[in-house]
């Protein structure tokens, strides 16, 4: 049997290749999140696949790259320049990049960029495929380039365990809705066992996407996804704090940085390290600088902006328009403000090597982060790092920056306040030994606890754990064994007795509960079951009598209507297990009227022993936030009533307590005494009947493992199966 391994996937490979007279060099990356999996990627089996960053010429160079490549164990996969364009530069960075970072009005929806994003990541599943993954292998995708593959992989491979980390924001639900192609890409990644982000506020934006616009429900810390639970984590990404803390105290970085310090003639340095991008904050960060200058006179000549944009998607217009605006803002403060002796702004556009980068870091007294969004920004963390040797350092940080979360003892920032920048820049540069130690010093303390091996540790932690419970479940989920136990049960019984609730287990759930009518499919398997002389037929629902009774009075051999109070047993007509003209309804529906006077889109359903709060076609936030106060409000006349309230898909009902599907069902099973006895619904007031009922009773919860009952099955649609499947046993 073949060994489980772990493959890494994401649009970039940890390596850079480069042509430099006629030869090809492979340069391996030295980001964080490449020197993080490393520890994962190198060991036996693993793999990591994605794109090395270079169109191939000819398919000879093609193969010298696999080869080369894969003594590293990365796999390739070749994109031509037409694909990078359409999937890279356009769907990625031209469409999730500005919608993700709330940038709406840089968005082009271009048909052509979804077709390549789609061919693409088909592309990336096609490769894992010819790789080849096996059902214990676990996978790990990366990043917002790849939405669609988890869902490609789950499709191919129903056991697979799969994770997804995006790097990025998670934009709220309402900017999400703008991306045409959105359901496509929130399918796309419910592939995924477990879909994790930086920080809470992402985590929150996406189940709010998935349970505002898939309609699907969050319970127990997970998505409930067609028999799947779904986790939706936070972790926040750390950096290789041993790495730059100990760059810090080399003696050539220490070197440098006193060199940048004499080039500066010791004034205060304050830096900002950044890719391109608008969503940096980049200009904003120089018209604070700016007003500092021009509010704070003796500052000029004393400190000094060194900043470090590195070139990044300068093809891409708004990316140029950036770098234009930038020239002029920066050349437009060095002109106003400085002279011959003194340049405001040191900047440039470039990139340098690490050690270079580090003696920045370690000869700035301050270092500011003014991003407008940034899933995490690790700069941050690289400077409290090189600072934690001499604690001495003032962090400026973006409260919209993923970090802000962690390093609370930054200098936080609005960065769409220029004051805001200016107000802190001018406490930095002022802030006494003490306090600079004393928040470095806790700062430091996160970034070295959460590094970035803790991060990878923690996050297969939890991957594996939500495996193991979902092995643990499937063990209940009904499957070909299970099934056949259960029909040869029923084959052999000499009285065997069905109950079964109606909506969202013999009918799909509907959004107008009048139209939920019974399907002819339906019909026909009822009377199918019904003609078992040994069996009986009985439909246990919440429904009001009157409509089950026009429904379904000769389809089964008994009703059960408003969760227990009407029946039919045993003479087939309808009597009430309570007093006529109960005296509870009056108060409790003049409450209830209140909150749907107050609630688009709710209404209430009067039965003759209950009252129904319904809320499907309401705005689910709306309706939860009344919900609360309903709930409060109810309180006293449940206990002045002896009433019970419950809680369903989407509706709450009042009714009087003791009488419920289980004491109505046990009423049947107490007569007619079955030798065997299955009882499906996918409601919480299933549960009554799954909980009362004799333990070997075959109960089965529809959509959800979360239950009483002995087995769960996937959806409505395999109810009808599974059924379909008991009256071709009926001889
Ligand atoms: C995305 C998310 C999230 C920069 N200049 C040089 C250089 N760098 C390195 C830094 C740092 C990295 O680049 C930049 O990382 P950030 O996190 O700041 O930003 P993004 O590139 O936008 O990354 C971001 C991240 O993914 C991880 O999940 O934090 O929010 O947008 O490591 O050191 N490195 C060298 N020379 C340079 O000139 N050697």
Redesign the pocket.
Same mark, same amino acid.
Not at 155 to 183: G, K
Not at 273 to 292: N, P
Not at 302 to 327: A, G, N
């Given at each position: 049997m073949s060994k489980k391994r772990t493959i890494i996937i994401s649009n970039r490979l940890p390596v850079r290749i480069e042509k430099h007279n006629g030869e090809l060099q492979f340069i391996p990356s030295? =980001? %964080? !999140?490449a020197t993080g999996l490393g520890s994962i990627f190198k060991k036996g089996k693993n793999i990591w696949i994605g794109w090395p960053g270079y169109v191939p010429e000819n398919d000879s160079e093609k193969a010298i790259i696999s080869e080369k490549l894969a003594e590293m164990s990365l796999v390739p996969i070749f994109l031509t320049k037409k694909q990078l364009k359409g999937f890279y530069e356009g769907f990625s960075n031209e469409i999730l990049w500005p919608i993700f970072h709330y940038r709406l009005s840089y968005a082009v929806y271009d048909e052509g960029y979804w077709n390549s994003y789609k061919e693409v990541n088909d592309l990336f599943f096609k490769k894992v495929k010819e790789v080849g993954v096996n059902p214990k292998d676990e996978v790990w995708v990366h990043d917002y380039q790849l939405m669609l593959l988890p869902n490609l992989l789950r499709e191919h491979n129903p056991e697979l365990a799969i994770s997804y980390f995006q @790097?990025?924001p998670f934009p709220p639900d309402e900017v999400f809705r703008y991306i045409p192609w959105r359901d496509e890409l929130l399918e796309g990644l419910l592939g995924a066992d477990l879909i994790a982000f @930086?920080t809470f506020t992402d985590a929150q934006h996406f189940r709010n996407a998935c349970v505002n616009l898939m309609d699907l429900s969050f319970e127990n810390h997970s998505l409930h996804v067609r028999g799947r639970d779904i986790f939706i984590e936070v972790f926040p990404?750390g950096i290789d704090f041993d790495k730059f803390s100990a760059l810090s105290q080399k003696e050539v970085v220490q070197k440098k940085a006193e060199e940048i310090k004499e080039s500066f003639d010791h004034k205060k340095l304050i830096i900002s390290?950044?890719?391109l991008?608008y969503s940096k904050g980049i200009t904003m960060r120089l018209r604070g600088y700016e007003k500092l200058l021009k509010t704070n006179p003796n500052l000029c000549g004393k400190v000094v902006l060194y900043m !470090?944009v590195?070139p990044s998607r300068d093809t891409v217009d708004q990316y140029r328009q950036l770098l234009d605006e930038i020239d002029r803002l920066v050349g437009h403060i060095n002109s106003v403000f400085g002279d011959n002796q003194w340049t405001p702004i040191a900047y440039f556009y470039t990139? #340098?090597? #690490?050690e270079d !980068?580090c003696a920045l870091y370690l000869a700035a007294d301050i270092c500011i982060v003014s991003s407008l969004r940034? %899933?995490?920004? !690790?700069?941050c963390k690289?400077y409290v790092a090189t600072k934690a040797h001499s604690q001495d350092g003032v962090l400026i940080l973006s409260e919209l920056a =993923?970090a802000s979360k962690e390093l609370s003892e930054s200098l936080l920032i609005n960065p769409s306040s220029i004051s805001d920048i200016t107000q802190a820049l001018h406490l930095a540069i002022h802030m006494p030994i003490d306090e600079r130690r004393n928040r470095m010093r806790k700062n430091a303390k996160v970034v070295q606890e959460f590094n970035i091996f803790h991060w990878i540790r923690i996050f297969f932690i939890r991957f594996r754990e939500i495996k193991a419970a979902q092995k643990k479940h499937t063990t209940r989920k009904i499957n070909e064994k299970i099934k056949d136990t259960l029909l040869t049960a029923y084959s052999s019984a000499k009285k065997s007795l069905l109950l079964l609730d109606y909506d969202g287990t013999l009918v799909p759930l509907q959004k107008d509960a009048s139209a939920a009518k019974p399907t002819s499919e339906v019909i026909a398997l009822l009377k199918k079951l019904k003609q078992n002389s040994l069996s009986q037929v009985v439909i246990v629902s919440g429904r009001s009598y009157q409509e089950l009774g026009t429904w379904l009075s000769t389809k089964a051999d008994y009703l059960i209507a408003e969760h227990g109070i009407w029946s039919t047993y045993p003479d087939g007509k309808w009597k009430s297990n309570m007093p006529p003209s109960p005296t509870w309804k009056i108060p409790v529906r003049r409450i209830m009227s209140r909150y749907v006077y107050l609630t688009p889109g709710a209404h209430i359903e009067e039965k003759t022993h209950s009252l129904v709060w319904h809320y499907r076609s309401a705005e689910l936030g709306h309706a939860n936030l009344r919900i609360g106060e309903l709930k409060e409000r109810l309180r006293y006349l449940l206990v002045q009533y002896d009433l019970e309230l419950l809680e369903g898909n989407k509706v709450i009902e009042v009714k009087p307590c003791g009488i419920d599907k289980g004491s109505a069902s046990m009423e049947i099973v107490n007569n007619y005494q079955p030798d065997f006895i299955l009882a499906i619904g996918d409601d919480v007031t299933d549960e009554d009947m799954f909980y009362q009922l004799p333990q070997e009773s075959f109960t089965i919860k529809v959509g959800s493992e979360h239950s009483s009952a002995r087995f769960y099955t996937e959806n409505q649609a395999s109810v009808l199966e599974l059924l379909k499947e008991l009256a071709e046993k009926i001889k």
């Amino acid at each position: 049997m073949s060994k489980k391994r772990t493959i890494i996937i994401s649009n970039r490979l940890p390596v850079r290749i480069e042509k430099h007279n006629g030869e090809l060099q492979f340069i391996p990356s030295e =980001g %964080g !999140l490449a020197t993080g999996l490393g520890s994962i990627f190198k060991k036996g089996k693993n793999i990591w696949i994605g794109w090395p960053g270079y169109v191939p010429e000819n398919d000879s160079e093609k193969a010298i790259i696999s080869e080369k490549l894969a003594e590293m164990s990365l796999v390739p996969i070749f994109l031509t320049k037409k694909q990078l364009k359409g999937f890279y530069e356009g769907f990625s960075n031209e469409i999730l990049w500005p919608i993700f970072h709330y940038r709406l009005s840089y968005a082009v929806y271009d048909e052509g960029y979804w077709n390549s994003y789609k061919e693409v990541n088909d592309l990336f599943f096609k490769k894992v495929k010819e790789v080849g993954v096996n059902p214990k292998d676990e996978v790990w995708v990366h990043d917002y380039q790849l939405m669609l593959l988890p869902n490609l992989l789950r499709e191919h491979n129903p056991e697979l365990a799969i994770s997804y980390f995006q @790097h990025i924001p998670f934009p709220p639900d309402e900017v999400f809705r703008y991306i045409p192609w959105r359901d496509e890409l929130l399918e796309g990644l419910l592939g995924a066992d477990l879909i994790a982000f @930086h920080t809470f506020t992402d985590a929150q934006h996406f189940r709010n996407a998935c349970v505002n616009l898939m309609d699907l429900s969050f319970e127990n810390h997970s998505l409930h996804v067609r028999g799947r639970d779904i986790f939706i984590e936070v972790f926040p990404m750390g950096i290789d704090f041993d790495k730059f803390s100990a760059l810090s105290q080399k003696e050539v970085v220490q070197k440098k940085a006193e060199e940048i310090k004499e080039s500066f003639d010791h004034k205060k340095l304050i830096i900002s390290v950044d890719r391109l991008d608008y969503s940096k904050g980049i200009t904003m960060r120089l018209r604070g600088y700016e007003k500092l200058l021009k509010t704070n006179p003796n500052l000029c000549g004393k400190v000094v902006l060194y900043m !470090l944009v590195v070139p990044s998607r300068d093809t891409v217009d708004q990316y140029r328009q950036l770098l234009d605006e930038i020239d002029r803002l920066v050349g437009h403060i060095n002109s106003v403000f400085g002279d011959n002796q003194w340049t405001p702004i040191a900047y440039f556009y470039t990139s #340098i090597p #690490i050690e270079d !980068l580090c003696a920045l870091y370690l000869a700035a007294d301050i270092c500011i982060v003014s991003s407008l969004r940034d %899933g995490m920004n !690790l700069v941050c963390k690289e400077y409290v790092a090189t600072k934690a040797h001499s604690q001495d350092g003032v962090l400026i940080l973006s409260e919209l920056a =993923g970090a802000s979360k962690e390093l609370s003892e930054s200098l936080l920032i609005n960065p769409s306040s220029i004051s805001d920048i200016t107000q802190a820049l001018h406490l930095a540069i002022h802030m006494p030994i003490d306090e600079r130690r004393n928040r470095m010093r806790k700062n430091a303390k996160v970034v070295q606890e959460f590094n970035i091996f803790h991060w990878i540790r923690i996050f297969f932690i939890r991957f594996r754990e939500i495996k193991a419970a979902q092995k643990k479940h499937t063990t209940r989920k009904i499957n070909e064994k299970i099934k056949d136990t259960l029909l040869t049960a029923y084959s052999s019984a000499k009285k065997s007795l069905l109950l079964l609730d109606y909506d969202g287990t013999l009918v799909p759930l509907q959004k107008d509960a009048s139209a939920a009518k019974p399907t002819s499919e339906v019909i026909a398997l009822l009377k199918k079951l019904k003609q078992n002389s040994l069996s009986q037929v009985v439909i246990v629902s919440g429904r009001s009598y009157q409509e089950l009774g026009t429904w379904l009075s000769t389809k089964a051999d008994y009703l059960i209507a408003e969760h227990g109070i009407w029946s039919t047993y045993p003479d087939g007509k309808w009597k009430s297990n309570m007093p006529p003209s109960p005296t509870w309804k009056i108060p409790v529906r003049r409450i209830m009227s209140r909150y749907v006077y107050l609630t688009p889109g709710a209404h209430i359903e009067e039965k003759t022993h209950s009252l129904v709060w319904h809320y499907r076609s309401a705005e689910l936030g709306h309706a939860n936030l009344r919900i609360g106060e309903l709930k409060e409000r109810l309180r006293y006349l449940l206990v002045q009533y002896d009433l019970e309230l419950l809680e369903g898909n989407k509706v709450i009902e009042v009714k009087p307590c003791g009488i419920d599907k289980g004491s109505a069902s046990m009423e049947i099973v107490n007569n007619y005494q079955p030798d065997f006895i299955l009882a499906i619904g996918d409601d919480v007031t299933d549960e009554d009947m799954f909980y009362q009922l004799p333990q070997e009773s075959f109960t089965i919860k529809v959509g959800s493992e979360h239950s009483s009952a002995r087995f769960y099955t996937e959806n409505q649609a395999s109810v009808l199966e599974l059924l379909k499947e008991l009256a071709e046993k009926i001889k």
